[in-house]
Nanobody, 127 residues
Framework: QVQLVESGGGSVQAGGSLRLSCAAS????????MAWFRQAPGKEREGVAA???????IYSDSVKGRFTVSKDNFENTLYLQMNSLKPEDTAMYYC?????????????????????WGQGTQVTVSS
């Protein structure tokens, strides 16, 4: 069993910054893949950024250059630093994780790859 708890969401004006956190606990041993997804009302879930145990990262084109994903292995916490926020970044942000074996050549910024999800944290960006 894996528990993921997000925090750090809130309301901010366009151009501002927020840092989201995702604390992982439970059965978190083995190689890991962790990611942030978001979903705005009436829209499909979108992959935002992902990180694996070799520190490889993937970003969606919409956030590249503005968002940074990182992980504190001691605290077992995933972060998403969001800068230069835009109104179109408004969404519920979810943390996702997968533990176990290392997969070669897999594109892991997709929802179907992950089996563990947090409850989400809301980010609202006003213009």
């Amino acid at each position: 069993q894996v528990q993921l708890v997000e925090s750090g969401g809130g309301s901010v004006q366009a151009g501002g910054s927020l840092r989201l956190s995702c604390a992982a606990s439970g059965y978190t041993s083995g190689y890991y893949y962790m990611a942030w997804f978001r979903q705005a009302p009436g829209k499909e879930r979108e992959g935002v950024a992902a990180l694996d145990g070799d520190s490889n990262t993937i970003y969606s084109d919409s956030v590249k250059g503005r968002f940074t994903v990182s992980k504190d292995n001691f605290e077992n916490t995933l972060y998403l630093q969001m800068n230069s926020l835009k109104p179109e970044d408004t969404a519920m942000y979810y943390c996702a994780a997968r533990y176990g074996r290392r997969w070669s050549g897999v594109y892991f910024l997709r929802g179907s790859f992950f089996s563990n999800w947090g409850q989400g944290t809301q980010v609202t960006v006003s213009s």
